[in-house]
């Protein structure tokens, strides 16, 4: 598709057919990326697989980072849902403390394996600080705020320790097994020590 | 000093000479990396600065890993002694366990930032799994070991979960202010939230 025929509207009216141009753009260099690698793609080589101009994907994305950065944060959303679906249908907080962290852990795994080149981008944007990370964090931390709270209304777990000062706590805790860079690091023992890190969370949550 | 002033004995009769030697080599090469970086050094490069020749120094060494690991080893054990000394100083288990963790990050923090060159011989070890790995790790192990059993006989920790895995756990939910590697990526707010999760795993202990 060429630029003339396609003439993007000025940023201040964006409208539904600039979101589809956009994931348009986003999956195809998603495709891109998985074949050829994120440090090895240019915008121009972007460009003439997707069929746009260079400077017409310039319209939408800024650089390559931005465009790394818009896959990433779907990779963000799409973890982040699978455990919220799971933490919906768990019934205590206990179970949902569990269930959180193991799913989190799962989807970076097969993200990790069954996805390599887009796992790479993913560690790239959360490596740079790029907003992903920012995305992935706070969603997380939201996540994780809900459940302490359910399980601070229910007796389940302790009252005393400041709300944040808890959850920052934990993130910091299972971090090993929820940051993609680091869980690379940890696949050693990986399911073993994942849930006896869940247990050590559990206990000193005991009210 | 040539080859020929200074022939090493076969290896089955290493002495006090050939240690002597070994140190030397250990400690040019610390300071040739700390100039030039692990990288970029060969162990030609090596030998030239120390004025021996290549084959002498395989004979004490078969690779440059292997003298970056000599030297990783060198820096785990001095950051090991420094926490043991602390931990030998101070009186209960909740007051060892605090300074056991916080003694650990201010050395990792110092090699991080008083001799960057150094901390990347160090973490390069790390990555590639060699045995300082497994020294820093099985020395941590062992003096956490030690401070929980403390404080179980001195009814400060719980008891009912076992040994081993409250030691795993632990070391888990630590490691992100423990690996050097990882600790590179947790330096925002780093005491704060260092202290916090001492905190969250003090409570995961309480009887």
Redesign the interface.
């Known amino acids: 598709m060429s630029e003339t025929m396609f003439p993007p509207p000025p940023a201040s009216h964006r409208g539904p057919v600039d979101h589809a141009v956009r994931d348009e753009i986003i999956k195809a260099a998603g495709d891109h990326f998985r074949h050829y690698g994120y440090a090895k793609t240019t915008v121009s080589d972007l460009a003439k697989a997707i069929g746009f101009s260079k400077a017409y994907i310039y319209k939408f994305f800024p650089s390559k980072q931005a465009i790394g950065e818009a896959i990433g944060a779907g990779c963000a959303t799409t973890i982040l849902e699978a455990a919220r679906a799971e933490v919906d249908r768990t019934s205590t907080a206990t179970g949902k403390l569990r269930i959180l962290f193991k799913t989190l852990t799962v989807k970076c795994l097969e993200l990790l394996f069954e996805d390599k080149k887009l796992y790479d981008v993913v560690s790239c944007a959360i ?1 740079e600080r790029w907003g992903v990370d920012v995305i992935y964090t706070e969603g997380l931390t939201a996540l994780l705020r809900q459940v302490i709270l359910e399980g601070r209304e229910s007796g389940e777990f ?1 009252r005393k ?1 400041p709300l944040d ?2 959850c ?3 993130m ?2 299972m ?2 097994f929820t ?1 993609p ?2 869980l690379e ?2 696949l050693e023992n990986l399911q073993e ?1 994942s849930a ?2 869940i ?3 559990l ?4 009210p």
């Open positions: 490596l302790e320790t000062e808890t920052r706590a934990i910091s805790a971090s090993p940051h860079v680091m690091m940890n020590t006896e890190l247990s050590l969370v206990r000193s949550l005991a």
